[in-house]
């Protein structure tokens, strides 16, 4: 299969000296990013998942503890002091004005640990020659020039609701429609088949972005 392509110009993010080519992966809730990822994973790439950072962050980060607690209470605090997703996720339920706080305090910090991440692949004896990022408000925060190439994985509405492992809200209705991600994006992948179709894409895809690293090397 040969991999969709759009025909908007790529991304440029390409800090001097790296060998590194840093790819995002975004689309709505329930398209099957994370299995994209793993896909990457599998095939080479070194990947980090925004949900993976958020994870690292409520476990290690005081001062992010301390403006939850300040902002939506003790109450979002689990057992072991720390501030627990599913509390958190209670607490901003329904409230658009909470939940764009709480975007509004993660954001950047996330967007700062995987910009560390890279720099820190970048600097091994041997760097991988490509890093994936799962994003899923890429474009929403415009993140999208952060990277050198983006992918959008998407999937009917049917078959999103489906897979959707959170409860809904607004969210939805505040993100970018598909096809306009996919006008912007570098790649496109459809995600209605199996994992191993996914994972044929994933390889072409890996080929061509391991082939513009090294040119660039």
Known sequence: MTPSRTSSPPTTFSPPG???LAVAITGGIGAGKTTALEAFRA???ATVSSDEIVHHLLATDDGVRDALVERLGS???GDDGRPDRARIAQAVFGDPERLAWL????HPLVSQEYLTWRERLAELDDPPSVCVTEVPLLYEVGAQ???DKVI????PKAL???RRRVPRDDRDARLLPDREKVRQADYHYTNTGTYEELLDWVREVMAELEAGAGARA
């Open 18 to 20: 790296t060998r590194v």
């Open 43 to 45: 095939l080479g790439a």
């Open 75 to 77: 109450e979002i605090l």
């Open 103 to 106: 975007e509004s305090l993660l």
């Open 145 to 147: 020039d952060r990277f």
């Open 152 to 155: 959008v994985i998407t999937a």
């Open 160 to 162: 999103r609701e489906q």
